[in-house]
């Protein structure tokens, strides 16, 4: 009987615990609908801010991700330069070219312009319907009559003074009276080409100035009024567009060289030899009804 009275207060406790433990685990119900609604949205706004921590929790979390990133790349970018740099160290240099060399020039279509006295010339070096190639050259555009009559009438004033050409008032005064006598157009855009056609008359070669100046030519050979022909870089021999209207303006610009380098040419001595301004000249008068002859080849 003892016995049986300990088992009923040991089981009489343990139904105790379980009464206690089912009390806590049942939910009470709300005493009445308002607290009910407000228990369902108090647990409604705590599930929103727990939402809106845990999207902060994972855009923190990508933003850290993409740093990350970012900066691996950046390492690793660095890693392949250095990398690359060590293998470039170890490459051999390439040889230095060779100093001095000339540009090496091919036969072909050349154009382009030599300025003289303050005006462009163009130079146009091709070939022609025979295939064959020829130097053009192309001068400012102006009626020449106007500088004829300038150095008819104004040829004494010029030699006296060469300077007076670098005045504007001599060319815009010779010019304007000329072409109001000749009857013809002149603006003051033309100016500048009435003084290079006077300064290349007066103080250069004339008609062959541009052939002087052009370092590609090499060798110029003039016979009496025939197109004169040179000997222009790789293309050897051709023809140009320039030549002498008469024999005796030939002459005369060997007369010129003669008497600056103070050589005799005259029909008794039509022969002329002589080095001048880095060229070597050898010119031949024409007697008896020949044409005068004249090489220049650049030294």
């Known amino acids: ?5 300990l088992m009923d207060n040991v089981q009489r406790e343990n139904d105790e615990i379980l009464e206690r433990i089912n009390r806590l685990a049942t939910k009470e119900p709300y005493p009445d609908k308002p607290t009910a609604h407000l228990s369902v949205f108090l647990k409604a706004c705590f599930d929103i801010e727990l939402e809106k921590t845990l999207v902060e929790l994972r855009r923190k979390e990508e933003a850290e991700a993409i740093i990350r990133n970012k900066r691996l790349a950046e390492m690793r970018r660095k890693e392949e330069e250095r990398k690359i740099q060590e293998l ?3 490459a051999p240099s390439a040889p230095a070219p060779p100093q ?4 090496l020039e091919t036969v072909g279509k050349k154009e382009y312009s030599i300025m003289l006295y303050g005006s462009p010339v163009g130079v146009l070096v091709d070939q022609d319907e025979q295939g064959r190639y020829s130097y053009k050259k192309h001068e400012p555009v102006l009626d020449l009559k106007v500088i004829d009559f300038i ?3 104004f040829g004494d004033i010029v030699g006296k003074d ?3 050409l670098d005045k504007n008032e001599f060319i815009q005064l010779s010019a304007f009276k000329s072409a109001k006598k000749l009857n013809l157009k002149l603006g003051v855009e033309d100016l500048g080409k009435v003084r290079y056609y006077l300064k290349r008359d007066a103080l250069g070669a004339g008609l062959i100035d541009v052939l002087i100046v052009d370092e ?10 025939e197109p004169i022909t040179i000997s222009y870089g790789v293309h050897g021999m051709i023809g140009t567009n ?15 060289i003669a008497s600056v380098t103070g ?3 005259n029909e008794q001595q039509p022969m002329m030899s002589v080095q001048f301004q880095g060229f070597a000249i050898s010119a031949t008068l024409g007697i008896g009804g020949s044409s005068s002859r004249m090489v220049l080849k650049r030294l």
């Open 216 to 225: 590609k030519v090499k060798e110029i050979t003039i016979e009496g009024s």
């Open 263 to 265: 050589q005799n040419i």
């Open 151 to 153: 150095e008819q009438n």
């Open 88 to 90: 470039e160290s170890m």
């Open 162 to 164: 060469m300077s007076i």
């Open 242 to 256: 320039i030549n002498f209207e008469t024999n005796e303006k030939l002459n005369n610009l060997i007369f010129r």
């Open 100 to 103: 001095g060399l000339p540009e």
């Open 1 to 5: 009987m003892v016995v049986r009275f």
